[in-house]
């Protein structure tokens, strides 16, 4: 049963966002927000299902410069953080959806905080996949090693260089499957509307927002983080846990930077009881 809506591309706060929605909605709904140079495909259709079958109304979109959204010169991002959590709120305001489960993965775990502190009453539960805290002392990246940047002319070259990113990323997991990921790769790069500056240009804006306070946080909060996660190796996810009152930690075994399909049977479980009412 195909249970996607279909994408839409609609004009928020001045630029083109587009979205997929799964689900009755009518159910609770899920917001995925994904890290930098992350289309809405790395939340994956299949998982985005299996939660809608839970009783979730899911919603994943396109950040600006990823996928079929709004796309900036190379290296010259015209926004900073506030304005991709102005666009997450601006989502949910096309649907009608007035307070929603926000999922948050890596980068965009700054999005959440600026959503879940300066706007709590469109929250009703936040989840952090992959963040960090970003304070001082926490372990730097552990034994990444990235290719050289291809020939952004060549789809093919852009094809192997985001797959082996990919593969640096998930730490050396048991989990990591190359054909799966490469297949997701290659309808990436196909829809992207320009692949420099989905590499780029989210490294580049302004991080604006940021200096709020996980303290701060009072909607109930799931921390997500993979034990071979070498981006933000897991005293981050331990550090995120401890600076969120009342939060919840979920330690998947085996997962790197990442939430790979194997895993899906621990996540999404506990995502749909962090999730209920």
């Known amino acids: 049963m195909n249970l996607s809506h279909g994408e839409k591309t609609v004009q928020i706060n001045g630029v083109e966002l587009c979205f997929e929605t799964f689900g009755n909605p009518a159910d609770p709904a899920i917001l995925f927000i994904d890290g930098a140079s992350a289309s809405m495909l790395w939340w994956e259709t ?28 190379p290296g010259q991002p015209g926004y900073a953080y506030t304005d991709l959590a102005a666009d997450a709120l601006g989502i949910l305001d096309t649907l009608g959806i007035e307070r929603a489960h926000i999922v948050c993965r890596s980068m965009s775990g700054g999005i959440g905080l600026i959503i879940g502190v300066d706007h709590p009453d469109r929250v009703q539960s936040l989840t952090f996949v992959s963040t960090s805290t970003g304070e001082e002392g926490l372990p730097a990246a552990e034994g990444l090693t990235f290719p050289e940047e291809p020939d952004l002319t060549d789809s093919q070259a852009v094809v192997d260089y985001v797959v082996a990113s990919a593969k640096a990323c998930s730490g050396g997991s048991p989990y990591f499957a190359e054909t799966a990921t490469r297949a997701l790769v290659e309808r990436d790069v196909a829809r992207a509307r320009n692949m420099a500056s989905t590499l780029g240009n989210h490294y580049a804006m302004s991080f604006d927002g940021s200096s709020r306070d996980f303290s701060a946080v009072k909607a109930s909060t799931l921390v997500v983080h993979g034990d071979h996660d070498p981006v933000c190796p897991l005293p981050h996810g331990h550090a995120l846990h401890k600076a969120i009152p009342g939060a919840k930690l979920l330690v998947l075994e085996g997962a790197g930077h990442d939430l790979p399909k194997p895993l899906w049977d621990v996540f999404v479980p506990a995502l749909l009881r962090h999730t209920e009412g």
């Open 46 to 73: 299949e998982m985005c299902e299996q939660i809608a079958h839970g009783g979730r109304f899911v919603i994943r979109y396109d950040n600006r410069d990823t996928g079929k959204s709004t796309s900036y010169p």
